[in-house]
């Protein structure tokens, strides 16, 4: 049989004159940005001196690494205070974070404020050293606690430090020699009293602290109960006025505990309100070109906080960075405060009440021709 034949099928026509068709020239491809990695990221800020104290610490203000606690604590206080509500309780705690280590602070440095548009200008603030998070644990609120409801208490009273068997014998000579060891320690820890300093406020005015040595006192395992605390000596019942502090935070309003960093405390101390702060993004004398471009920071970026400590088994108060709102996108959502920026904290409508309240009795008062009113 001969092989059948191929049909071929008829080729389509063209309409383009049997023009050879012109390739278009290709774009040159385009070099990626590198991609950001950790090497690639600023250095984190200095926030210890060789000392092992925060950077820019003041140095007549005791430095602490645990709460203090003032004598005027009673057992039902110390029971609230070492008590966490149940988990499924209307106010549960969270805990802090595992990795937490008593000490200066790593993710936050206290910064002098430059700014003449600061409403704290002159003083010193509380800055990211890097990028934190959204939610991040910041730094631990550290003060004396003590009773919430009491106006007036006495001077600070530090534990006594752990004794080694040199130590005891060493004490035992003193007191032969007619030495008396309570004496030493309050000369040691500096808290007579006598003489005061002028030291930064957090919020930027200028208070007056307790002379004293920076310390690091508490063994960090104690319960701070009444049994670890010496007796107030007659020289360190100073009266002072827990209701003029700019630092009083309530721990637990219905347990009647508070506690108060003006005489002593941690970075902490130095978060300032966010009202009245200049927004970073513009420069002084930046002139606005619409309404959304705010030149004054609207929102604070973190927040108080209390938590619970696992280790020594009480609640505590802690700055944490506020977590991402609903509508964040892209870097927003990755990072709440960005190095260098302020950490910002809103004191509440009350803290303000009572300042204006206390200014327009000050002004009363001067009117009145009262000059001792400060």
């Known amino acids: 049989m001969a092989p059948k034949e191929t049909k071929q099928k008829p080729t389509k026509k063209s309409h383009s004159n049997n023009k050879p068709k012109i390739s278009k020239p290709q774009k040159p491809q385009q070099r990626k940005p590198p991609s950001t990695t ?12 060789a000392n092992g104290l925060p950077l820019n610490w003041p140095p007549s203000l005791p430095y602490l690494i645990h709460p203090l606690f003032s004598p005027l604590l009673t057992p039902l206080h110390y029971s609230a205070l070492h008590t966490r509500p149940a988990p499924d309780s209307v106010e549960p705690l969270d805990e802090l974070p595992a990795d937490y280590v008593p000490g200066p602070c790593q993710k936050a440095v206290i910064l002098p404020i430059t700014d003449k548009r600061h409403p704290a200008f002159g003083q010193a603030g509380l800055f990211a050293a890097r990028d934190l998070r ?31 068997d040199g130590e005891e014998d060493g004490e035992e000579d003193g007191e032969e020699d007619g030495e008396e060891v309570g004496e030493e320690v309050g000369e040691e820890d500096g808290k007579e009293g006598a003489d005061e300093q002028d030291g930064i406020d957090g919020e930027g005015e200028v208070v007056k602290q307790d002379d004293g040595k920076e310390v690091k006192q508490d063994d960090g395992q104690g319960q701070g109960g009444p049994q670890q605390q010496d007796a107030p000596r007659a020289e360190e019942m100073m009266p002072y006025n827990y209701k003029k502090s700019d630092y009083d935070l309530w721990l637990d309003h219905p347990s009647d505990l508070a506690i108060d960093a003006c005489r002593c405390g941690n970075e902490a101390r130095f978060v300032n309100d966010y009202r009245g702060i200049p927004n970073p993004v513009y420069p002084p004398g930046y002139v606005p070109q619409s309404k959304k471009e705010e030149l004054f920071l609207k929102r604070p970026n973190a927040e108080f906080k209390v938590v619970w400590d696992p280790v020594r088994k009480e609640k505590t108060m802690a700055v944490y960075v506020l977590p991402a709102g609903k509508k964040a996108v892209g870097r927003a959502r990755e990072v709440g405060i960005e190095r260098g920026r302020e950490v910002v904290v809103s004191y509440g409508k009350g803290f303000w009440e009572k300042r204006r309240e206390e200014e327009r009795l000050k002004g009363e008062v001067v009117e009145d021709g009262d000059e001792g009113y400060a």
């Open 134 to 164: 959204p939610g991040e644990f910041v730094v631990r609120y550290l003060g004396e606690v003590h009773p919430g409801g009491v106006e007036w208490g006495g001077g600070l009273v530090f534990p006594e430090p752990e004794k080694g």
């Open 38 to 49: 950790s090497s690639s990221q600023p250095p984190p800020l200095q926030t210890a001196d």
